[in-house]
Protein backbone atom coordinates (compact mmCIF):
# COMPACT_ATOMS: atom_id res chain seq x y z
CA UNK A 1 0.00 0.00 0.00
CA UNK A 2 1.04 3.53 -1.16
CA UNK A 3 1.44 6.46 1.17
CA UNK A 4 -1.29 8.78 2.09
CA UNK A 5 0.39 12.07 0.23
CA UNK A 6 -0.33 15.86 0.67
CA UNK A 7 0.73 17.62 -2.48
CA UNK A 8 2.24 21.29 -1.99
CA UNK A 9 1.45 23.56 -4.71
CA UNK A 10 1.70 26.89 -5.22
CA UNK A 11 -1.70 27.42 -7.11
CA UNK A 12 -4.77 25.35 -8.13
CA UNK A 13 -6.35 24.63 -10.04
CA UNK A 14 -3.95 26.26 -12.91
CA UNK A 15 -4.32 26.52 -16.89
CA UNK A 16 -0.54 26.99 -17.19
CA UNK A 17 0.27 24.14 -14.59
CA UNK A 18 -1.77 20.72 -17.43
CA UNK A 19 1.51 18.60 -16.21
CA UNK A 20 0.73 18.93 -12.72
CA UNK A 21 -2.88 18.11 -12.83
CA UNK A 22 -2.00 14.57 -15.38
CA UNK A 23 0.26 13.69 -12.60
CA UNK A 24 -2.07 14.35 -10.38
CA UNK A 25 -4.94 12.39 -11.92
CA UNK A 26 -2.53 9.77 -13.30
CA UNK A 27 -1.36 9.04 -9.57
CA UNK A 28 -4.77 8.80 -8.48
CA UNK A 29 -5.80 6.23 -11.35
CA UNK A 30 -3.13 4.54 -10.21
CA UNK A 31 -4.62 4.17 -6.64
CA UNK A 32 -2.37 6.89 -4.48
CA UNK A 33 -4.38 8.50 -1.85
CA UNK A 34 -3.70 12.79 -2.56
CA UNK A 35 -4.67 15.72 -0.51
CA UNK A 36 -4.14 18.94 -1.92
CA UNK A 37 -2.58 21.87 -0.31
CA UNK A 38 -2.93 24.86 -1.98
CA UNK A 39 -0.99 28.61 -1.47
CA UNK A 40 -2.74 30.58 -2.95
CA UNK A 41 -6.40 30.47 -4.97
CA UNK A 42 -6.61 30.14 -8.93
CA UNK A 43 -7.61 33.79 -10.38
CA UNK A 44 -7.62 31.71 -14.04
CA UNK A 45 -10.90 32.35 -16.01
CA UNK A 46 -10.77 28.63 -17.00
CA UNK A 47 -9.95 25.15 -15.97
CA UNK A 48 -9.39 22.33 -17.50
CA UNK A 49 -11.58 19.00 -18.25
CA UNK A 50 -8.87 17.21 -16.10
CA UNK A 51 -9.26 19.47 -13.04
CA UNK A 52 -13.21 18.01 -13.09
CA UNK A 53 -11.80 14.51 -12.66
CA UNK A 54 -9.39 14.99 -9.90
CA UNK A 55 -10.83 13.67 -6.62
CA UNK A 56 -8.10 14.58 -4.00
CA UNK A 57 -9.72 17.52 -1.48
CA UNK A 58 -8.10 21.12 -1.43
CA UNK A 59 -7.28 23.14 1.33
CA UNK A 60 -5.97 26.27 0.70
CA UNK A 61 -2.97 28.18 3.17
CA UNK A 62 -3.84 31.86 4.01
CA UNK A 63 -2.17 33.76 1.04
CA UNK A 64 -1.64 36.93 3.08
CA UNK A 65 -0.69 36.11 6.68
CA UNK A 66 -2.88 39.57 7.79
CA UNK A 67 -6.04 38.80 5.85
CA UNK A 68 -6.70 35.34 8.15
CA UNK A 69 -4.28 36.18 11.07
CA UNK A 70 -6.36 34.22 13.39
CA UNK A 71 -6.25 31.28 12.07
CA UNK A 72 -2.51 31.77 11.84
CA UNK A 73 -2.30 32.01 15.68
CA UNK A 74 -4.89 28.88 16.00
CA UNK A 75 -2.32 27.43 14.03
CA UNK A 76 0.60 28.13 15.97
CA UNK A 77 -0.71 27.51 19.33
CA UNK A 78 -1.75 24.24 17.70
CA UNK A 79 2.24 23.23 16.82
CA UNK A 80 4.42 25.31 19.18
CA UNK A 81 4.79 22.25 21.96
CA UNK A 82 5.00 19.50 19.14
CA UNK A 83 8.72 17.74 19.63
CA UNK A 84 9.66 18.73 16.53
CA UNK A 85 8.22 22.59 16.41
CA UNK A 86 11.42 24.25 17.73
CA UNK A 87 13.40 22.60 15.10
CA UNK A 88 11.56 24.27 12.10
CA UNK A 89 11.39 27.21 13.87
CA UNK A 90 15.56 27.66 13.93
CA UNK A 91 16.06 26.71 10.91
CA UNK A 92 13.29 29.16 9.53
CA UNK A 93 14.99 32.08 11.70
CA UNK A 94 18.68 30.88 9.88
CA UNK A 95 17.01 31.52 6.98
CA UNK A 96 15.09 34.51 7.45
CA UNK A 97 18.62 35.93 8.36
CA UNK A 98 19.91 35.31 4.78
CA UNK A 99 16.56 35.58 2.86
CA UNK A 100 14.81 38.80 5.23
CA UNK A 101 11.70 39.10 3.08
CA UNK A 102 7.91 39.12 3.78
CA UNK A 103 8.06 36.31 1.46
CA UNK A 104 9.55 34.27 4.02
CA UNK A 105 7.98 35.42 6.66
CA UNK A 106 4.59 34.71 5.22
CA UNK A 107 6.64 30.95 3.91
CA UNK A 108 6.60 29.93 7.81
CA UNK A 109 2.58 31.31 8.66
CA UNK A 110 1.51 28.81 5.82
CA UNK A 111 3.81 25.89 7.00
CA UNK A 112 1.89 26.45 10.32
CA UNK A 113 -1.32 26.47 9.49
CA UNK A 114 -0.49 23.45 6.64
CA UNK A 115 1.24 21.31 9.73
CA UNK A 116 -2.25 22.03 12.15
CA UNK A 117 -4.51 21.65 9.90
CA UNK A 118 -3.34 18.88 7.84
CA UNK A 119 -5.23 15.37 8.05
CA UNK A 120 -3.61 12.64 10.39
CA UNK A 121 -3.46 10.26 8.05
CA UNK A 122 -1.01 12.22 5.83
CA UNK A 123 2.45 10.07 5.65
CA UNK A 124 4.46 11.70 2.85
CA UNK A 125 4.44 15.87 1.89
CA UNK A 126 5.54 16.38 -1.93
CA UNK A 127 5.63 19.32 -2.91
CA UNK A 128 5.63 20.75 -6.88
CA UNK A 129 8.11 23.88 -7.19
CA UNK A 130 11.66 23.99 -5.25
CA UNK A 131 11.52 27.59 -4.11
CA UNK A 132 8.11 28.74 -1.90
CA UNK A 133 6.04 25.80 -2.09
CA UNK A 134 9.13 23.67 -1.34
CA UNK A 135 9.78 25.81 1.98
CA UNK A 136 6.53 25.30 3.14
CA UNK A 137 6.64 21.56 2.55
CA UNK A 138 10.05 21.60 4.74
CA UNK A 139 8.90 23.88 7.19
CA UNK A 140 5.39 22.19 8.03
CA UNK A 141 7.50 18.64 7.08
CA UNK A 142 9.58 19.09 9.99
CA UNK A 143 6.97 20.22 12.86
CA UNK A 144 5.04 16.81 11.60
CA UNK A 145 8.36 14.85 12.09
CA UNK A 146 7.39 13.47 8.13
CA UNK A 147 9.63 12.69 5.20
CA UNK A 148 9.14 15.21 1.74
CA UNK A 149 10.24 15.51 -1.17
CA UNK A 150 9.87 17.60 -4.46
CA UNK A 151 9.41 17.79 -8.33
CA UNK A 152 11.61 20.96 -9.64
CA UNK A 153 10.93 22.50 -12.70
CA UNK A 154 12.48 26.03 -14.14
CA UNK A 155 12.10 29.04 -12.47
CA UNK A 156 12.18 27.72 -9.07
CA UNK A 157 15.74 26.14 -9.76
CA UNK A 158 17.23 29.41 -11.48
CA UNK A 159 16.57 32.50 -9.33
CA UNK A 160 17.05 30.44 -5.90
CA UNK A 161 20.75 30.70 -4.32
CA UNK A 162 22.36 27.76 -4.01
CA UNK A 163 22.41 27.86 -0.36
CA UNK A 164 18.55 27.08 -0.36
CA UNK A 165 18.58 24.48 -3.31
CA UNK A 166 21.63 22.77 -1.04
CA UNK A 167 19.70 22.21 2.31
CA UNK A 168 16.95 21.54 0.44
CA UNK A 169 18.12 19.04 -1.21
CA UNK A 170 19.97 17.68 2.37
CA UNK A 171 16.48 17.31 4.08
CA UNK A 172 14.70 15.89 1.17
CA UNK A 173 14.12 12.04 0.62
CA UNK A 174 14.56 12.70 -2.97
CA UNK A 175 14.16 15.35 -5.77
CA UNK A 176 12.35 14.73 -9.56
CA UNK A 177 13.17 17.02 -12.37
CA UNK A 178 11.88 17.23 -15.62
CA UNK A 179 15.61 18.19 -17.77
CA UNK A 180 18.41 16.62 -17.86
CA UNK A 181 20.00 20.31 -17.83
CA UNK A 182 18.14 20.58 -14.34
CA UNK A 183 19.25 17.03 -12.75
CA UNK A 184 22.90 18.05 -13.75
CA UNK A 185 22.73 21.34 -11.93
CA UNK A 186 20.53 19.75 -9.05
CA UNK A 187 22.94 16.47 -8.57
CA UNK A 188 26.21 18.81 -8.07
CA UNK A 189 24.72 20.96 -5.75
CA UNK A 190 24.43 17.73 -3.26
CA UNK A 191 26.84 14.92 -1.44
CA UNK A 192 24.31 12.56 -2.62
CA UNK A 193 23.49 12.65 -6.15
CA UNK A 194 21.39 9.60 -6.13
CA UNK A 195 18.24 12.23 -4.80
CA UNK A 196 17.93 13.53 -8.09
CA UNK A 197 16.28 12.03 -10.93
CA UNK A 198 15.38 12.71 -14.13
CA UNK A 199 11.76 12.24 -14.79
CA UNK A 200 10.11 13.81 -18.10
CA UNK A 201 6.70 15.20 -17.44
CA UNK A 202 5.80 13.26 -21.18
CA UNK A 203 2.05 13.96 -22.29
CA UNK A 204 -0.84 11.76 -21.90
CA UNK A 205 -2.18 10.49 -25.33
CA UNK A 206 -5.05 9.13 -24.13
CA UNK A 207 -5.99 12.86 -23.94
CA UNK A 208 -4.72 14.45 -26.90
CA UNK A 209 -6.14 13.16 -30.04
CA UNK A 210 -4.54 13.56 -33.18
CA UNK A 211 -4.45 16.30 -35.59
CA UNK A 212 -7.37 16.48 -37.91
CA UNK A 213 -6.50 18.81 -40.18
CA UNK A 214 -3.45 17.93 -43.01
CA UNK A 215 -1.07 20.41 -43.81
CA UNK A 216 -1.66 23.33 -46.22
CA UNK A 217 -0.16 24.11 -48.85
CA UNK A 218 0.54 28.07 -48.02
CA UNK A 219 3.27 29.84 -48.68
CA UNK A 220 2.53 33.50 -47.53
CA UNK A 221 2.01 34.88 -51.00
CA UNK A 222 -1.67 35.12 -50.31
CA UNK A 223 -3.34 37.91 -47.99
CA UNK A 224 -6.92 36.05 -47.57
CA UNK A 225 -5.18 32.94 -46.70
CA UNK A 226 -2.23 33.78 -44.63
CA UNK A 227 0.03 31.29 -43.09
CA UNK A 228 -0.82 30.42 -39.32
CA UNK A 229 2.30 30.88 -36.90
CA UNK A 230 0.81 29.85 -32.88
CA UNK A 231 2.58 29.99 -29.98
CA UNK A 232 1.22 29.27 -26.45
CA UNK A 233 2.90 30.49 -23.32
CA UNK A 234 2.67 33.52 -20.92
CA UNK A 235 3.72 36.67 -21.41
CA UNK A 236 6.74 37.34 -19.34
CA UNK A 237 10.41 37.67 -20.50
CA UNK A 238 11.93 34.31 -20.60
CA UNK A 239 9.50 32.89 -23.73
CA UNK A 240 11.00 35.75 -25.86
CA UNK A 241 7.76 37.30 -26.64
CA UNK A 242 9.37 40.26 -27.47
CA UNK A 243 11.94 38.21 -30.06
CA UNK A 244 9.30 37.29 -31.81
CA UNK A 245 7.31 40.34 -32.58
CA UNK A 246 10.93 42.07 -33.89
CA UNK A 247 11.49 38.88 -36.10
CA UNK A 248 8.08 38.88 -37.69
CA UNK A 249 8.41 42.75 -38.06
CA UNK A 250 11.68 41.88 -40.09
CA UNK A 251 9.56 39.41 -42.37
CA UNK A 252 9.16 41.30 -46.18
CA UNK A 253 5.92 43.44 -45.76
CA UNK A 254 4.34 41.25 -48.64
CA UNK A 255 4.71 37.82 -46.65
CA UNK A 256 1.04 36.51 -45.18
CA UNK A 257 1.70 35.26 -41.92
CA UNK A 258 -0.90 35.75 -39.00
CA UNK A 259 -0.02 35.08 -35.53
CA UNK A 260 -2.57 33.31 -32.83
CA UNK A 261 -0.66 33.82 -28.77
CA UNK A 262 -2.62 32.44 -26.62
CA UNK A 263 -1.46 32.96 -22.56
CA UNK A 264 -1.40 35.33 -19.94
CA UNK A 265 1.08 37.59 -18.74
CA UNK A 266 2.31 40.98 -16.88
CA UNK A 267 3.95 41.66 -20.73
CA UNK A 268 0.86 41.41 -22.48
CA UNK A 269 -0.09 45.17 -23.00
CA UNK A 270 3.78 46.39 -23.83
CA UNK A 271 3.60 43.47 -26.67
CA UNK A 272 0.75 44.73 -28.04
CA UNK A 273 1.60 48.32 -27.80
CA UNK A 274 5.18 46.64 -29.68
CA UNK A 275 3.18 45.35 -32.41
CA UNK A 276 1.48 48.60 -33.34
CA UNK A 277 4.67 50.67 -33.04
CA UNK A 278 5.96 47.82 -35.81
CA UNK A 279 3.04 47.78 -37.31
CA UNK A 280 2.08 43.81 -37.47
CA UNK A 281 -0.98 44.74 -34.77
CA UNK A 282 -3.56 43.92 -37.29
CA UNK A 283 -2.36 40.01 -38.02
CA UNK A 284 -2.22 39.15 -34.39
CA UNK A 285 -4.82 37.83 -32.21
CA UNK A 286 -4.23 37.68 -28.69
CA UNK A 287 -6.52 35.46 -27.08
CA UNK A 288 -5.51 35.34 -23.61
CA UNK A 289 -5.28 31.99 -21.06
CA UNK A 290 -7.93 29.41 -23.03
CA UNK A 291 -9.27 25.77 -21.52
CA UNK A 292 -6.90 23.43 -23.05
CA UNK A 293 -9.72 22.02 -26.03
CA UNK A 294 -9.08 25.58 -27.64
CA UNK A 295 -5.74 25.25 -27.12
CA UNK A 296 -6.57 21.81 -29.25
CA UNK A 297 -7.96 23.75 -31.78
CA UNK A 298 -5.17 26.33 -32.14
CA UNK A 299 -3.30 23.54 -33.06
CA UNK A 300 -5.06 22.54 -35.62
CA UNK A 301 -5.48 25.59 -37.66
CA UNK A 302 -1.36 26.23 -37.05
CA UNK A 303 0.94 26.02 -39.81
CA UNK A 304 3.50 26.75 -37.49
CA UNK A 305 4.79 26.94 -33.75
CA UNK A 306 6.67 29.46 -32.49
CA UNK A 307 8.54 29.88 -29.26
CA UNK A 308 11.31 31.68 -28.69
CA UNK A 309 12.97 31.25 -25.06
CA UNK A 310 15.20 32.82 -23.81
CA UNK A 311 16.85 33.36 -20.10
CA UNK A 312 15.39 36.25 -18.47
CA UNK A 313 17.76 38.71 -16.54
CA UNK A 314 16.67 37.24 -13.00
CA UNK A 315 18.13 34.02 -14.48
CA UNK A 316 14.26 32.50 -14.87
CA UNK A 317 14.49 30.15 -17.94
CA UNK A 318 12.10 27.74 -19.46
CA UNK A 319 12.63 23.94 -18.53
CA UNK A 320 11.24 21.47 -21.57
CA UNK A 321 8.34 23.64 -22.38
CA UNK A 322 5.17 21.52 -22.36
CA UNK A 323 3.58 23.58 -25.26
CA UNK A 324 6.66 22.18 -27.46
CA UNK A 325 5.72 18.39 -26.63
CA UNK A 326 1.86 19.74 -27.56
CA UNK A 327 2.14 21.07 -30.55
CA UNK A 328 4.56 18.90 -32.38
CA UNK A 329 2.31 15.85 -30.97
CA UNK A 330 -0.31 17.59 -33.36
CA UNK A 331 2.26 17.64 -36.18
CA UNK A 332 2.64 20.68 -36.13
CA UNK A 333 6.39 22.14 -36.99
CA UNK A 334 7.82 23.80 -34.39
CA UNK A 335 10.82 27.01 -34.06
CA UNK A 336 11.98 27.26 -30.90
CA UNK A 337 15.90 28.48 -29.45
CA UNK A 338 18.81 26.50 -28.15
CA UNK A 339 17.96 27.32 -24.41
CA UNK A 340 18.13 25.26 -21.60
CA UNK A 341 16.31 21.79 -22.33
CA UNK A 342 14.92 22.55 -25.56
CA UNK A 343 17.48 20.81 -27.89
CA UNK A 344 16.72 17.57 -25.78
CA UNK A 345 12.95 17.71 -27.11
CA UNK A 346 14.10 19.49 -30.59
CA UNK A 347 16.37 18.34 -32.71
CA UNK A 348 17.74 21.11 -34.98
CA UNK A 349 16.56 20.14 -38.92
CA UNK A 350 15.44 17.05 -37.98
CA UNK A 351 12.39 17.74 -35.74
CA UNK A 352 12.07 21.63 -35.60
CA UNK A 353 14.05 24.28 -36.16
CA UNK A 354 16.20 26.08 -33.25
CA UNK A 355 18.06 29.49 -33.23
CA UNK A 356 20.68 31.10 -30.85
CA UNK A 357 18.34 33.11 -27.96
CA UNK A 358 17.87 36.86 -28.92
CA UNK A 359 19.26 36.19 -32.60
CA UNK A 360 16.61 38.26 -34.08
CA UNK A 361 17.84 38.27 -37.76
CA UNK A 362 18.25 34.28 -37.43
CA UNK A 363 14.78 33.63 -35.73
CA UNK A 364 13.06 35.81 -38.69
CA UNK A 365 15.43 33.80 -41.06
CA UNK A 366 13.72 30.63 -39.99
CA UNK A 367 10.02 31.96 -39.27
CA UNK A 368 10.30 32.88 -43.27
CA UNK A 369 11.65 29.10 -44.41
CA UNK A 370 8.52 27.81 -42.73
CA UNK A 371 5.83 30.16 -43.91
CA UNK A 372 7.05 30.01 -47.37
CA UNK A 373 8.08 26.05 -47.50
CA UNK A 374 5.11 23.62 -46.81
CA UNK A 375 7.24 21.06 -48.03
CA UNK A 376 9.46 21.65 -44.84
CA UNK A 377 6.73 22.05 -42.61
CA UNK A 378 5.17 19.20 -42.90
CA UNK A 379 8.69 16.82 -43.26
CA UNK A 380 9.41 18.65 -39.62
CA UNK A 381 6.13 17.87 -38.28
CA UNK A 382 5.39 14.54 -39.18
CA UNK A 383 9.40 13.54 -37.85
CA UNK A 384 8.52 15.97 -34.21
CA UNK A 385 5.46 13.94 -33.95
CA UNK A 386 6.80 10.50 -34.40
CA UNK A 387 9.91 11.44 -31.84
CA UNK A 388 7.21 12.93 -29.43
CA UNK A 389 4.82 10.21 -29.68
CA UNK A 390 7.41 7.49 -29.80
CA UNK A 391 10.08 9.03 -26.50
CA UNK A 392 7.76 11.19 -24.69
CA UNK A 393 4.51 9.62 -23.12
CA UNK A 394 3.69 10.44 -19.77
CA UNK A 395 3.28 6.90 -18.79
CA UNK A 396 7.23 5.95 -17.45
CA UNK A 397 7.41 9.17 -15.39
CA UNK A 398 4.03 8.23 -14.06
CA UNK A 399 5.52 4.86 -12.69
CA UNK A 400 8.62 5.92 -11.73
CA UNK A 401 6.69 8.09 -9.24
CA UNK A 402 4.06 5.73 -8.22
CA UNK A 403 6.95 3.68 -7.59
CA UNK A 404 8.28 6.44 -5.19
CA UNK A 405 5.19 6.87 -3.43
CA UNK A 406 5.30 2.83 -2.61
CA UNK A 407 2.90 1.92 -4.99
CA UNK A 408 5.02 -0.82 -7.30
CA UNK A 409 2.45 -1.93 -9.71
CA UNK A 410 -0.45 -0.30 -11.70
CA UNK A 411 -3.83 -1.13 -10.45
CA UNK A 412 -5.57 -4.08 -12.17
CA UNK A 413 -8.67 -2.05 -13.41
CA UNK A 414 -6.75 1.72 -14.05
CA UNK A 415 -9.17 4.84 -14.34
CA UNK A 416 -10.92 5.52 -17.34
CA UNK A 417 -8.99 7.81 -19.15
CA UNK A 418 -11.79 9.59 -21.71
CA UNK A 419 -10.28 11.64 -25.01
CA UNK A 420 -9.88 15.54 -24.67
CA UNK A 421 -13.01 16.20 -27.66
CA UNK A 422 -12.46 19.19 -29.41
Not at 41 to 55: C, G, L
Not at 75 to 100: F, G, I, Q
Not at 337 to 355: C, D, M, Q
Request: aromatic letters at 6%; hydrophobic letters at 40%.
Amino acid sequence: MGHIVAFVLKGYPRLSETFIAQEIRALECRGLDIRLISLRRSTDPHRHPIHAEIQAPVTYLPEYLYQELGRVLRAWCAVRRRPEYNRALACWLTDLRRDPTLNRIRRFGQALVMASEMAADVTWIYAHFLHTPASVARYAAMICDLPWSCSAHAKDIWTLPDWEKEEKLSDMRWLVTCTKTNAKHLASLTSAPERVQLVYHGLDFNRIPMRQNGYSSRVGDNAADPVMVVSVGRAVEKKGYHDLLDALGLLPRDRSWRLIHIGSGDQLKSLQAKASRLGIAGRIEWRGPQPYAQVLEAYDQADVFALASRIAANGDRDGLPNVLMEAQSQGVPCLSTRVSAVPELVSNEVTGLLVTPGDIAGLAASLDRLITDPELRQQLGEAGMKRVRADFACDRGIDILASRFGLMTPPADPCELPSTHR
